[in-house]
Nanobody, 127 residues
């Protein structure tokens, strides 16, 4: 009924950690790909990280490599985003996405490549 539900957002100090969760249901429960986008005030939505159900391939934005880790629990139909060494520039609304359209390009891709979106969860990192 509600395809994607995010949780785990909040406010932390720079250098801290936060773990986001996204529970999928309905059609999105067995989607080929799930992941995260984010949008800061005045900026366009950008891809953060994605993970494929088959094979477990992952892709990350350069800005979060080495700090964020995406994982997926197939049995629970849930994807996680472990965020470490958070910076003020990580402040944004984080959206869970699922079901990527066919693509010949790797990487996280663009927003219009994903069929389903969650409502978003706010992450605020203070200096």
């Amino acid at each position: 009924q509600v395809p994607l539900v995010e949780s785990g957002g909040g406010s932390v100090q720079a250098g801290g950690s936060l773990r986001l969760s996204c529970a999928a249901s309905g059609y999105t429960a067995n989607s080929n790909c799930m992941g995260w986008f984010r949008q800061a005030p005045g900026k366009e939505r950008e891809g953060v990280a994605i993970i494929y159900r088959s094979g477990g391939s992952t892709f990350y934005a350069d800005s979060v490599k080495g700090r964020f880790t995406i994982s997926r629990d197939k049995a629970k139909n849930t994807v996680y985003l472990e965020m470490n060494s958070l910076k003020p520039e990580d402040t944004a609304v984080y959206f869970c996405v699922a079901d990527r359209l066919p693509t010949l390009v790797g990487g996280v891709g663009l927003p219009n490549e994903y069929n389903y979106w969650g409502q978003g969860t706010q992450v605020t990192v203070s200096s």
